[in-house]
């Protein structure tokens, strides 16, 4: 049996912004780019969200929900240290860290649990040198496998920790949305809860054929998400998948012109990324 904590940083960006200046603290606060120049919210405090504000909505949207929100625009290479520093203080729990994001990452503990100190321990213990350290704070799921792991830490956010207890993932799974799982996006749910099924225990009731009528060749593996079962390892260096590169236009256009130079310009920077690591692609997306 493996013990697994995945930790994620409260409102990262937004969290670092209030950290760095203290003028901003208990306030709402966005992290994105301007509403003028269209930009959306990367990061929202926990104040803001009181208003309805959320990552990814377009900030004049923020700014009509909540008028005295405070935006601060995006320092990357601020969050990319945070980010270094705590993946290190990870690593001095354990070496078996698989970084997800900047924010998040699964720590395989099995190595460190010993009969006084249990796995919901470590990440007591982790969540207090994090604060200490980075004067931040982190949400923690502890559990048996990455999908139950990851799915606890969301469950008690800001600040959270949430232990689900060897033996109780079906019941800890059954009365959350489908949504939760990996795997099921908006419109996958939508289909399912036009079904009736609408708790990944309505799912996980479900006979194996029915997984495979509905999902094809991923049904046997919904399904065991479903019942809690996953057994992949924590894997600590991941092999990188695909490069690319994005940019935001201030106007909505279909200018061929414009779109072709856009792209051109698009590729020239992917290919430039290709050159500098040395690496091939064979599929190209646009
Ligand atoms: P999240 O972990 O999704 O969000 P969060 O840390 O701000 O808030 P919480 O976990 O408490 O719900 O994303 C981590 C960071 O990634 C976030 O601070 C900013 C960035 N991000 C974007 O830039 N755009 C997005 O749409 C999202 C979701 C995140
Ligand atoms: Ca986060």
């Known amino acids: 049996?493996?013990?697994?904590?995945?930790?994620?940083?409260?409102?990262?960006?937004?969290?670092?912004?209030?950290?760095?200046?203290?003028?901003?603290?208990?306030?709402?606060?966005?992290?994105?780019?301007?509403?003028?120049?269209?930009?959306?919210?990367?990061?929202?405090?926990?104040?803001?969200?009181?208003?309805?504000?959320?990552?990814?909505?377009?900030?004049?949207?923020?700014?009509?929900?909540?008028?005295?929100?405070?935006?601060?625009?995006?320092?990357?290479?601020?969050?990319?240290?945070?980010?270094?520093?705590?993946?290190?203080?990870?690593?001095?729990?354990?070496?078996?860290?698989?970084?997800?994001?900047?924010?998040?990452?699964?720590?395989?503990?099995?190595q460190s649990v010993t009969p006084e100190r249990s796995p919901a321990r470590i990440a007591v213990e982790l969540k207090r040198r994090v604060r200490s350290e980075l004067l931040l704070t982190i949400s923690v799921g502890v559990g048996v496998s990455k999908s139950v792991a990851k799915i606890a830490s969301d469950m008690d956010k800001p600040d959270g920790l949430t232990v689900v207890v060897p033996g109780s993932e079906r019941e800890f799974l059954a009365p959350l949305p489908i949504e939760s799982l990996w795997g099921i996006g908006p419109k996958t749910a939508e289909r399912l809860h036009s079904q009736g099924v609408r708790s990944i225990g309505d799912l996980a009731a479900k006979p194996e054929d029915w997984f495979v009528t509905r999902f094809g060749r991923t049904g046997p593996s919904v399904r065991a998400l479903a019942l809690g079962q996953d057994d992949r390892p924590v894997v600590v260096e991941r092999e990188r998948k695909s490069v690319s590169a994005e940019t935001t236009l201030s106007h909505d256009t279909d200018d061929p012109e414009l779109l072709l130079e856009l792209v051109s310009r698009l590729s020239q920077r992917v290919g430039s990324y290709l050159e500098r690591d040395d690496i091939q692609g064979k599929t190209v997306k646009v």
């Not at 670092?16 to 003028?23: M, S």
């Not at 919210?41 to 309805?52: H, I, K």
């Not at 997800?100 to 720590?107: G, H, N, T």
Request: net charge neutral; charged share 25%; proline share 8%.
């Open 1 to 110: 049996m493996r013990h697994i904590l995945h930790a994620d940083f409260d409102a990262f960006y937004a969290a670092v912004e209030q950290r760095d200046n203290p003028g901003l603290r208990g306030k709402p606060v966005v992290v994105g780019g301007s509403p003028e120049g269209r930009g959306v919210v990367a990061s929202a405090s926990y104040e803001v969200r009181r208003f309805g504000v959320r990552s990814a909505m377009p900030m004049w949207t923020a700014l009509q929900r909540c008028p005295e929100v405070i935006r601060v625009p995006p320092r990357f290479d601020r969050y990319g240290e945070v980010s270094r520093r705590v993946m290190e203080i990870f690593r001095a729990i354990t070496p078996l860290v698989e970084p997800l994001s900047l924010d998040e990452a699964y720590l395989d503990v099995t």
